[in-house]
């Protein structure tokens, strides 16, 4: 890459560290990219759809949580999410719940069929990463033999 030269007065670190956040954005903009399509291509969610109901997932379906505490973890911003849970629950996918101690609080869940669907959308996403980040995850096993097989998408 040709630097301008104002940019010689970055030290070596200021530059590393550039070079390794542009490294890390461009990583994670062709991971989503792929997910964004094959997602969509076979499932008719977007990344940041499956990301959300697999969130909601992992909670207890006695432990259901508020908008608010879902977009903690969500690549989206609160407006975003409950514009996109509208959508979900319209695909009867998610629904939701008023909180009966505080009105304004709204709980989101899996319905069936959004369980239905994520499961189905997982192999996928999982595949899909396998193949974008063939590195090993920190703190995995040394042992070939307990990696997880990579499956095919079409499979």
Known sequence: MCYDPAMETESPLERALVEQWRE???R??????ALETELDKRHG???????V??????YDTACLPRVQELALHCP?????LSRM?????GQNLVFRKLCDADRRGVYVGLTDDGLTRLEEARRTHRSVLAAELPDKP?????DPAAEPRRVPVDA
């Open 45 to 51: 969610l977007s990344a940041s759809e499956f990301e």
């Open 76 to 80: 989206v911003t609160q407006s975003a």
């Open 53 to 58: 109901m697999d969130q909601l997932a992992e």
């Open 138 to 142: 920190a703190g995995t096993e040394a």
């Open 28 to 33: 994670k903009t062709r991971v989503w990219n």
């Open 85 to 89: 849970i509208g959508r979900l629950e």
């Open 24 to 26: 890390l954005i461009a």
